[in-house]
């Protein structure tokens, strides 16, 4: 492990963190930097990229609705967007050949069609990454984000596994045996514990199972991907998951690191990327108009849209195959290269912005809105509550069971896990469907009875976007939430929330309420 790159990718993404921009264009920008200067990376950092990637494919797995991959908005909306965009690009290169642009005027239909191909991809590492840091995996563009990006995978490693001529071994159909395994793996995950067993045991599942797959002549990610989907329903995929999100961020830097140490580019090329990179709006223009037809509500394909408004880490592999077999020049994978590093400096400024900009847009792209709605995305009704409950974890679900159990109160939950919701409604609690961050969602809720709203979201910044789309509607109630540290409280408080509490210190309290009537108690008599 090479002291350098840690320090520059420490130095450059701490920078980018202070101007407000996410840490991996710093992590980017360290990559192409190093290269320049001719430092060379060692083994290791590439043994961190295939770590990072793997616990990343793993982690999507433990929290991937398997049964949602079938429903037409996620294979149908990305299949049709694929078909869309290689065509488009097609035709749009061998134009571009035609008046004798560089690097595109020696391309056939074939090669041009590939690059379509290469440019088709989203990334999975840089959207779930930017909705990971955002807390909306569970929402629902979260999610029909997050499928596309796996019908896309599989679409991927069904072209390496051709394109490379290597066919699985008979040994492949054992895969069907995996859910056998699940019970054992269910005892085992259970006696881990809650201590360092735990995220050892979520590396030894990743790797021993992208091994299995490797030996059978399967990719290993796909591997990964699949056991984390086996442990999805599991009551530790939570934590497991939680467990390992430290370790797969910080090995995530070497992949982003890695991209820069591709190839060093020319000015030709850098113009090449730059055509791609303008081309990223009509690629997420091309998501919006697509989902939006298969009926999803307009603001869930906006945000969906915008998540997957980058080019893919597998477009560099599909790029360096067909350099392999002669169908595109080297300098093609430099190209792709240096368009995948502007899509995700671009997807990240967009997407930290991306709710505002629907906020803006609202009255102009609501009018492509279908009149059909799927069954996924109702606006329910609060009834008759007199509190309501946002997002509804462990938190949130005490908070929920004090108002109701000890103070009478009528309340409301809500929350954007559609898995979650079920499991609560089956204990009785009234949980609604909501992203409290769309504006509509407030624009249909009846808040006329709502005297409190307790917001218990993970990240805060959430929280306070939510209060803004809360006062754009006219709330006159009282709102309280839960702050991690104090200097997160100072911002929620200058927000507008009422009460903000610091969740630690509230954990002591409760702790000495729970416990103070032993000391009510009369002490029992000391035998002598």
């Known amino acids: 492990m090479d002291y350098i790159w840690i ?8 920078f980018v963190k202070q101007i407000g921009l996410p840490p991996l264009i710093g992590y980017l920008v ?11 990376p060692d083994d290791s950092l590439q043994t961190l990229s295939d770590l990072g990637i793997t616990l990343l494919l793993f982690t999507i797995g433990l929290k991937l609705n398997i049964r949602s991959l079938f429903k037409t908005e996620i294979w149908g909306g990305a299949s049709g967007h694929m078909v869309a965009i290689v065509l488009l690009t097609t035709m749009n290169s ?31 590492v840089c959207a779930i990454k930017i909705l990971e840091e955002r807390g909306e995996l569970r929402a629902r563009h979260g999610q029909v984000a997050i499928g596309i990006l796996v019908i896309q995978d599989i679409a991927a490693v069904l072209f390496v596994t051709f394109a490379s001529g290597k066919i699985p071994s008979a040994w492949a159909l054992i895969v069907f045996a995996v859910p056998l395994l699940r019970p054992v793996i269910d005892v085992v995950l259970q006696r881990c514990g809650h201590g360092e067993m735990l995220p050892l045991a979520g590396f030894f599942l990743a790797l021993s199972f992208g091994e299995l797959f490797e030996l ?24 497991l998951s939680k467990s390992l999100l430290g370790f797969k961020d910080i090995f995530l830097i070497g992949f982003f690191l ?12 850098l113009a090449v990327a730059m055509i791609m990179a303008v081309a990223l709006p009509i690629k997420a223009g091309l998501f919006f108009v697509w989902l939006s037809r298969l009926k999803l509500r307009i603001r869930t394909a906006f945000l969906s849209s915008m998540s997957l408004a980058n080019y893919s880490e597998f477009g560099l592999i599909v790029c360096s195959i067909s350099v392999v077999n002669g169908l595109l020049t080297k300098e093609w994978l430099v190209i792709m290269a240096l368009a995948v590093s502007l899509s995700f400096v671009f997807s990240a400024l967009i997407n930290a912005n991306a709710h505002r900009l629907y906020a803006r847009w609202n009255d102009y792209i609501k009018r492509y809105e279908r009149i059909e709605r799927l069954p996924e995305d109702p606006f329910p009704e609060s009834g008759n509550a007199t509190v309501l409950v946002v997002g509804m974890g462990r938190v949130g679900t005490g908070a929920y069971d004090a108002f109701s159990d000890h103070l009478h109160r009528e309340v409301c939950g809500v929350d954007a896990d559609q898995e979650r919701i079920e499991k609560l409604r089956e204990t009785g ?39 803004k789309q809360l006062q754009q509607v006219g709330y006159r109630g009282k709102t309280a939430s839960m702050a991690q540290y104090e200097d997160q409280k100072a911002i929620m408080l200058e927000a507008g929330i009422d009460e903000v509490y610091n969740y630690f210190a509230e954990v002591g309290v409760g702790l000495a309420e729970q416990s103070i009537h032993f000391l009510e108690e009369k002490p029992l008599a000391v035998n002598k």
């Open 7 to 14: 320090a520059v990718a420490f130095i450059l993404g701490f």
């Open 216 to 239: 059978v002549g399967l990719k290993p990610h796909l591997g990964a991907i699949i056991i984390g989907a086996l442990l999805s329903g599991h009551d530790k995929a939570s934590e």
């Open 30 to 40: 360290a990559g192409f930097g190093l290269h320049a200067l001719g430092i060379q």
């Open 258 to 269: 890695s991209i820069g140490f591709t190839a060093l580019p020319t000015v030709d090329m």
């Open 94 to 124: 061998l134009v571009l050949g035609y008046f004798g642009l560089k690097y595109f005027v020696d391309l056939n239909w074939q090669s041009a069609a590939l690059i379509g191909f290469a440019v088709s991809f989203s990334s999975t």
């Open 429 to 467: 609690r009234h949980v609604i469907l909501g992203d409290v961050e769309d504006p509509d969602f407030w624009a249909h809720i009846n808040l006329e009875g709502i005297l409190l709203v307790i917001f218990s979201m993970p990240n805060y910044l959430d929280t306070i976007e939510a209060v």
